[in-house]
């Protein structure tokens, strides 16, 4: 028998693709709101605690009306929103972050998605800090580029406009007031002390993001080598399906000038994971300065939202963890 599902914020960017992402399968049964209804309290309470599996991509505070709203002990919430992402009995939905964490979110009937840098900057210093590599009081700081899809309906319209009517911004820095609201999760899951510094901006294209901590090792008490990093990345993946880290040789070749490129690294193209749930990361180092840049490579509207919430579907229902994927 189908397990069934019901997408609240469906029409949205992140529940728009989760549906694509559901569409066809037979062990799952997508069911919806009748329009006329949406607004009918009554009828969304039904939903919300009829159907196995409730996946809510509504703001902040719809999305804490919305639980107010769960009522059975049986109904497992995925939360796409920034609302219960560090709040006590919610689960931190990144399987990856640790090897206890997917049977953390296999137990739980409430996980919180992750939000996207917070998915690319956690998966690049976590196992470090881990591994005692990175000191939790250590200093970091997180620049990253996403494609306008990660602002909402209201920014990919603004990009997405004739020039005349929207913007020509090539690219556009944003968080200047350093109270981003992914910071939180990024202290707690990247385990420090201490929020990052965090540099986000916005590039003229939809979808896909790079994530990049620089850091100087030679502050690093231990002073490890960007190998010593890279290698703590390869075995916390291990055998990992949706997250894998580059290969040293890969990272060499890809330092490497290319001729008549200017040096430009065509392979971290932020789009090229795009469609898909995977995340690659890379350790590049200059052992010689005692420097490294680690960066993330994937998909803000794939492993970034609604692939990181069919995974976690999967996994709490049961279900082939690559279902959908």
Not at 211 to 230: F, N, S, T, Y
Request: hydrophobic letters at 40%; charged letters at 20%; aromatic letters at 6%.
């Amino acid at each position: 028998m189908a397990h069934t599902v019901f997408i609240d914020g469906e029409a949205g960017t992140t529940g728009l693709q989760i549906r694509q992402r559901l569409e066809g399968r037979r062990d799952l049964d997508v069911v919806s709101i009748d329009p006329a209804r949406r607004k009918d309290v009554d009828a969304r309470s039904e939903l919300l605690n009829g159907v196995d599996a409730v996946i809510l991509c509504l703001p902040d505070e719809a999305a804490k009306e919305a639980v107010g709203m769960v009522t059975s002990n049986t109904v497992k919430v995925i939360d796409a929103s920034t609302a219960f992402r560090t709040a006590p009995g919610w689960t931190y939905g990144f399987a990856e972050m640790d090897k206890a964490q997917r049977a953390a979110i296999a137990g739980s009937n409430r996980v919180s998605n992750p939000g996207c840098y917070p998915t690319g900057f956690i998966g690049l210093v976590r196992p470090l800090t881990a591994a005692g590599l990175l000191p939790r009081d250590f200093p970091v700081t997180v620049n990253a580029i996403s494609g306008y899809s990660g602002g909402g309906k209201g920014l990919i319209a603004e990009f997405e406009a004739p020039a005349t009517e929207g913007t020509n911004d090539a690219f556009r820095t944003y968080g200047l007031t350093l109270q981003h609201k992914h910071l939180g999760e990024m202290q707690v899951y990247g385990g420090f002390d201490h929020p990052p510094v965090f540099a986000p901006a916005v590039g003229r294209y939809a979808q896909g993001m790079i994530v990049e901590v620089p850091l100087q090792l030679w502050a690093v008490p231990g002073k490890p080598a960007p190998e010593d990093l890279r290698a703590a990345l390869a075995a916390a993946y291990q055998g990992e399906t949706f997250v894998e880290v580059a290969s040293a040789e890969e990272c060499a070749e890809l330092q490497k000038a290319r001729a008549g490129a200017g040096g430009y690294n065509a392979s971290l193209d932020p789009e090229a994971l795009n469609g898909g749930n995977r995340m690659r990361l890379f350790v590049f180092g200059n052992a010689e300065r005692g420097q490294a840049r680690l960066v993330a490579q994937l998909d803000n509207l794939g492993k970034g939202a609604s692939g990181a919430a069919v995974q976690n579907l999967n996994i709490m229902l049961g279900l082939a963890e690559g279902e959908g994927l």
